[in-house]
T-cell receptor, first 114, second 112 residues
Framework: AQKVTQAQTEISVVEKEDVTLDCVYETRDTTYYLFWYKQPPSGELVFLIRRNSFDEQNEISGRYSWNFQKSTSSFNFTITASQVVDSAVYFCALSEYGYSTLTFGKGTMLLVSP | DTGVSQDPRHKITKRGQNVTFRCDPISEHNRLYWYRQTLGQGPEFLTY????????KSRLLSDRFSAERPKGSFSTLEIQRTEQGDSAMYLCASSLDETEAFFGQGTRLTVV
C-alpha cells in the first residue's frame, strides 16, 4: 500500500523568509512518480512538479526547489524568499509507475504574511 | 482550451436527492479522473477512465455513485440518495496517458 505523510499541518512565515515543506512517502514499488500540487483558496489544484524514482537530481524552478532523497523516502519542497501569493495548501502525492491514480498527503497550509 | 472545467461549482441539495456533476477535460487528454476532498484532507481517488472505458474504481465509490464518460469526452458523476457524509469537494482531473494530471476547480457539494 502507498502512503504519503506531510507532518506539517500549517506553517506561518513572514514574507521573504525561506520555507521547506516536508513529504515522506511509503511504497513497495521500485518505480514510481512523486508530485507536488498547490491548492490556492480558489480550490483548483495546480501542478508544480513530477519526478520519477530514477531521477534523484534536485530541481530548481525560480524560487521553488525540490530535494528528492530515496534513502530517506523524502521529497521536500523549498520556497525561497516567500511571497504572500505563495499562501496556499500544498500537497505531495505519489503514483505507481504505469498507473495514473494519485495518493495524496493531507497537505500543508502555508500562510505568508506581509 | 483553458483547462479542465467542472460544473456546477457549488451545489446544495437535500438529503435523499440525486445530484449530477459534469467535467470537461482538456481536449486532447485521454484519461479522466474523479477525486473527492473533504475539509482538511488531501484528495482521495474515486474512479478513472481511459477514453470511454472506466478502468478503476475505488472502494470509496459506493453503489450510490456512478460515473460515465460517453464517447470519451466529458464525464458525469452522479450520486443517488445523497447523504450528509457525501458533502465534499469533487475534483476532476485529466491527463494524456501517464503524464501529470491537471485538475479542475471542483464542485463543492453540501448535503443538508
Amino acid at each position: 500500500a502507498q502512503k504519503v505523510t506531510q507532518a506539517q499541518t500549517e506553517i506561518s512565515v513572514v514574507e521573504k523568509e525561506d520555507v521547506t515543506l516536508d513529504c515522506v512517502y511509503e511504497t513497495r514499488d521500485t518505480t514510481y512518480y512523486l508530485f507536488w500540487y498547490k491548492q490556492p483558496p480558489s480550490g483548483e489544484l495546480v501542478f508544480l512538479i513530477r519526478r520519477n524514482s530514477f531521477d534523484e537530481q534536485n530541481e530548481i524552478s525560480g524560487r521553488y526547489s525540490w530535494n528528492f532523497q530515496k534513502s530517506t523516502s523524502s521529497f521536500n519542497f523549498t520556497i525561497t524568499a516567500s511571497q504572500v501569493v505563495d499562501s496556499a495548501v500544498y500537497f505531495c502525492a505519489l503514483s505507481e509507475y504505469g498507473y495514473s491514480t494519485l495518493t495524496f498527503g493531507k497537505g500543508t497550509m502555508l500562510l505568508v504574511s506581509p | 482550451d483553458t483547462g479542465v472545467s467542472q460544473d456546477p461549482r457549488h451545489k446544495i441539495t437535500k438529503r435523499g436527492q440525486n445530484v449530477t456533476f459534469r467535467c470537461d477535460p482538456i481536449s486532447e487528454h485521454n484519461r479522466l479522473y474523479w477525486y473527492r476532498q473533504t475539509l482538511g484532507q488531501g484528495p482521495e481517488f474515486l474512479t478513472y477512465f481511459q477514453n470511454e472505458a472506466q478502468l478503476e474504481k475505488s472502494r470509496l465509490l459506493s453503489d450510490r455513485f456512478s460515473a460515465e464518460r460517453p464517447k470519451g469526452s466529458f464525464s458525469t458523476l452522479e450520486i443517488q440518495r445523497t447523504e450528509q457524509g457525501d458533502s465534499a469537494m469533487y475534483l476532476c482531473a485529466s491527463s494524456l496517458d501517464e503524464t501529470e494530471a491537471f485538475f479542475g476547480q471542483g464542485t463543492r457539494l453540501t448535503v443538508v
